[in-house]
């Protein structure tokens, strides 16, 4: 069984309907879902999804390209009243992203979103799943000085080997996707070949980031087997070991 750790099944650009692509994804050895809220109400919506499924979970967050639209106190209470839940199993997807805007004042509002839901996750008791978009040093900075207490996974991975290694030093998992399947993604490959086995995660973030033979088409979770593929191949392991051994490290690292 497969445990596609992060996709984003609520997203509009699905043509189909999101219960159809959970039910197709059950049945093409994806055993279990993690579906990250990016905004409170697609949150939400990753909350109820999971409610309809046994195997599916969902996290609660705001992402960064989303804070200017969140106000922090009803993030807190909404976050607060969504994990009383059980399915909530994490706070995500949170952190950093500089790609679109680097203006101080909407940086300062990132952080500032980012280090008030890593104490959320604290106080809830539950890991968090952290964006990293062009801020590694900042986002390395504010997970050593805020701590996550409960577990945290760097998400879609982009960092370079020693930024990999120093994430494993502090105890933090790895979520490696599509990326590493493309012929000239030279540093996501050595981070998949050198990433402690026992510390990997294996996710879609669909519908973006489709693996290789479908770049450039929409992307879905039954689509992960060509990650473990490829993974395989450059560890020199069977596919088996690394769906094996990241189905129970998803199952540890959310608790489910």
């Known amino acids: 069984?497969?445990?596609?750790?992060?996709?984003?099944?609520?997203?509009?650009?699905?043509?189909?309907?999101?219960?159809?692509?959970?039910?197709?994804?059950?049945?093409?050895?994806v055993g279990l879902i993690m579906i990250p809220?990016?905004?409170?109400?697609?949150?939400?919506?990753?909350?109820?999804?999971?409610?309809?499924?046994?195997?599916?979970?969902?996290?609660?967050?705001?992402h960064p390209e989303s804070v200017e639209e969140e106000d922090i106190?009803?993030?807190?209470?909404?976050l607060f009243e969504l994990s009383k839940n059980n399915k909530v199993k994490a706070i995500g997807e949170i952190g950093l992203d500089y790609y679109w805007r680097k203006d101080e004042k909407h940086?300062?509002?990132?952080?500032?979103?980012?280090?008030?839901?890593?104490?959320?996750?604290?106080?809830?008791?539950?890991?968090?799943?952290?964006?990293?978009?062009?801020?590694?040093?900042?986002?390395?900075?504010?997970?050593?000085?805020?701590?996550p207490l409960y577990g945290c996974v760097i998400h879609c991975f982009s960092g370079s080997l020693e930024m990999m290694k120093e994430c494993v030093k502090?105890?933090?998992?790895?979520?490696?996707?599509?990326?590493?399947?493309?012929?000239?993604?030279?540093?996501?490959?050595?981070?998949?070949?050198?990433?402690?086995?026992?510390?990997?995660?294996?996710?879609?973030?669909?519908?973006?980031?489709?693996?290789v033979p479908f770049r450039g088409q929409k992307n879905y979770p039954e689509y992960i087997k060509y990650i473990i593929k490829e993974i395989a191949a450059l560890r020199n392991v069977t596919e088996n070991e690394i769906e094996e051994t990241t189905f129970s490290n998803g199952k540890v690292f959310f608790g489910v």
Not at 13 to 28: Q, V
Not at 37 to 53: E, I, R
Not at 73 to 78: D, L, N, Q, V, Y
Not at 124 to 131: Q, T, Y
């Open 73 to 78: 106190k009803i993030t807190r209470e909404t």
């Open 170 to 211: 502090l105890g933090f998992y790895i979520g490696l996707d599509g990326p590493v399947t493309y012929k000239n993604a030279v540093v996501p490959k050595e981070v998949a070949k050198a990433v402690p086995l026992e510390r990997l995660l294996l996710e879609t973030d669909a519908p973006y980031l489709p693996p």
């Open 1 to 29: 069984m497969i445990f596609d750790t992060h996709c984003h099944l609520y997203d509009t650009s699905y043509e189909k309907d999101p219960k159809e692509i959970i039910r197709n994804s059950l049945n093409n050895n």
């Open 107 to 147: 940086v300062e509002k990132q952080k500032m979103f980012f280090i008030e839901q890593i104490k959320i996750a604290n106080e809830l008791h539950l890991p968090i799943i952290v964006h990293d978009r062009e801020a590694h040093k900042d986002t390395i900075d504010i997970l050593k000085k805020y701590p």
């Open 37 to 62: 809220g990016d905004t409170l109400v697609n949150s939400q919506k990753a909350l109820h999804l999971a409610s309809c499924f046994n195997e599916v979970y969902c996290a609660i967050g705001v």
